[in-house]
Nanobody, 124 residues
Framework: QLQLVESGGGLVQPGGSLRLSCAPA????????IGWFRQAPGKEREGVSC????????DYADSVKGRFTISRDDAKSTVWLQMNDLKPEDTGVYYC?????????????????WGQGTQVTVSS
């Protein structure tokens, strides 16, 4: 069973940047689409950015387009989420999730393997 571990969260000022990483506890990410989802206090979980198992297709929430970039390196078995120009509304717990042979669409119901999450706080 795929176990995912996120890292890279923290406290950053508005306009700052963070890079989140998602890696498996063991095995590899080969053949898995990986998605980043976030949940803010009192709000529902939302898809942020997702990448297909091949890496050829990506999906972004409208609120992060032009600011966030998802990428993967299967040789390193890691998926990154580069987050630039962060805003207070980006605050939340960020989860990465895996979808076997997924197309990389940010539909949470398609993802069956979830990490524990990493906190991102954007505040001055």
């Amino acid at each position: 069973q795929l176990q995912l571990v996120e890292s890279g969260g923290g406290l950053v000022q508005p306009g700052g940047s963070l890079r989140l990483s998602c890696a498996p506890a063991e095995f590899t990410l080969d053949y898995y689409a990986i998605g980043w989802f976030r949940q803010a206090p009192g709000k529902e979980r939302e898809g942020v950015s997702c990448i297909s198992s091949s890496g050829s297709s990506t999906d972004y929430a409208d609120s992060v387009k032009g600011r966030f970039t998802i990428s993967r390196d299967d040789a390193k078995s890691t998926v990154w989420l580069q987050m630039n120009d962060l805003k207070p509304e980006d605050t939340g717990v960020y989860y990465c999730a895996g979808d076997w042979h997924g197309l990389g669409l940010c539909l949470a119901s398609s993802y069956h393997y979830w990490g524990q999450g990493t906190q991102v706080t954007v505040s001055s």
